[in-house]
C-alpha cells in the first residue's frame, strides 16, 4: 500500500468522520434545545402539587401505561410533588361479568350492592392500585397505594339520585353503595408528598356508619387538588380533550374559561360521559386550583408534553376574567 493510497484513506476517513461528529453534535443540539424548553416549567412547578387522574380506559394498554408512570417518576424526581388517583371501570366491569353478574349504570353512575363493593374493592383497591404502585417503584419512585378509607380522609355521603319518569313524576333511585364527596382530610397525603413519596389512591370514600362508598375518580381527584391547593388538575381520558364536534378531532378546544365551559355544557356542546370530567375541573379551578387539564393518555409522554412545554395538548380550564 503506497504512500498516496495511505493519504487518500485518511483523508476520506477524516470527512467520513468530521460528517458524523456533526450529525451527532446536531442532535446533542436539539436535545439540549428540549432540556431548556422544559427549564422554565420545571422552575414553575417544582414544590408545587400536581395532581393527575388516570382513567381505567388508558389503563388498558400496558405499555403506554408504563411510559405513563415512567414520566410521573420523572415529574417526581424534578420537585414536583405528585398525586395519582386511579379509575378503573372497565376492569370491575370485566370481573362482574366473569362471575355472571351484569353491571347496570344509571347516567354513568354504576349501581353498587354488596357483591359489587366487593368486586370493587377486589379489583380496584386490591388489583390496580398495586399494579400501579409497582410500576412506579420499577422505575425508581416511591409510591404508596391508598383509598379513601384510609385515615378516613375521603369522608362520604350515599347519593340520593333522583331522576324524572316519562310521566313526569320525580322518583328517588337507589343506587346501592355509591356516593359524593362530603369532605377531605388531605393530611396523609400532604405527609406522603412531603416526604418524597407519591400516593396512588382508588376513589373510594368512607361515611359515618362505617360503609365504604363508590365515588367518580373524576371527583376525587378534583376535590383532592382542592383540598391540597394543587397548581393542576391533570385528567388523562381516552379523548383528545373537549371536541365541539365528538366526532372531528380537529375541533378539539384548546383553552376554555369556567364561564365558556358552563356555557358549552348548557348548550349541550359537551355532553355525555365529558359533562363529568369538565364538571370536575370547573370544580377545582373555582376551588383555587390554577389550570385543570383533560388530555388523551394514550398520547406517548402525554404528561410531559403538558406540563413541561410552551404548546401543551388538549383542553385547558381556567378561571378566566
Do not use: W
Not at 370481573?95 to 377486589?122: A, C, Q, S, V
Amino acid at each position: 500500500m503506497g504512500p498516496s493510497f495511505r493519504f487518500c484513506f485518511a483523508n476520506v476517513f477524516k470527512s467520513a468522520l468530521s460528517n458524523e461528529v456533526n450529525l451527532v453534535m446536531i442532535k446533542m443540539e436539539d436535545r439540549a434545545t428540549v432540556l431548556l424548553e422544559a427549564l422554565p416549567y420545571i422552575q414553575r412547578f417544582h414544590g408545587k402539587v400536581i395532581v393527575i387522574k388516570l382513567g381505567g380506559a388508558v389503563m388498558e394498554k400496558e405499555k403506554q401505561r408504563d411510559l405513563m408512570l415512567k414520566d410521573i417518576v420523572l415529574l417526581n424526581f424534578v420537585g414536583m410533588k405528585t398525586v395519582l388517583v386511579h379509575g378503573g371501570g372497565p376492569e370491575i366491569t370485566e370481573e362482574m361479568r366473569k362471575m355472571g353478574k351484569e353491571p347496570k349504570f344509571i347516567h354513568g353512575l354504576r349501581i353498587t350492592d354488596e357483591e359489587t363493593i366487593d368486586i370493587l374493592h377486589r379489583v380496584l383497591v386490591g388489583k390496580i392500585n398495586k399494579e400501579i404502585v409497582l410500576g412506579i417503584n420499577k422505575h425508581g419512585g416511591r409510591a404508596v397505594g391508598i383509598s379513601g378509607i384510609d385515615g378516613n380522609f375521603i369522608k362520604a355521603r350515599k347519593i340520593l339520585y333522583k331522576t324524572t319518569t316519562r310521566t313526569g313524576r320525580e322518583i328517588e333511585v337507589d343506587l346501592g353503595f355509591v356516593g359524593e364527596v362530603e369532605s377531605i382530610n388531605p393530611t396523609v397525603i400532604n405527609y406522603l408528598v412531603g416526604t418524597g413519596y407519591i400516593p396512588v389512591i382508588s376513589p373510594v370514600g368512607i361515611d359515618d356508619e362505617g360503609h365504604s362508598l363508590n365515588i367518580n375518580a373524576d371527583v376525587v381527584a378534583a376535590e383532592i387538588a382542592a383540598a391540597m391547593r394543587a397548581k393542576k388538575l391533570i385528567l388523562l381520558t381516552n379523548v383528545p380533550g373537549v371536541l365541539r364536534d365528538p366526532n372531528n378531532e380537529s375541533t378539539l378546544i384548546p383553552r376554555l374559561t369556567v364561564q365558556e365551559a358552563e356555557k358549552l355544557i348548557q348548550e349541550g356542546v359537551i355532553k355525555k360521559g365529558m359533562i363529568p370530567k369538565v364538571e370536575a375541573c370547573i370544580r377545582a379551578v373555582n376551588s383555587g386550583v390554577e389550570r385543570a387539564h383533560i388530555i388523551n393518555g394514550n398520547v406517548p409522554h402525554a404528561l410531559l408534553l403538558e406540563i413541561l412545554t410552551e404548546s401543551g395538548i388538549g383542553t385547558m380550564i381556567e378561571r378566566g376574567q
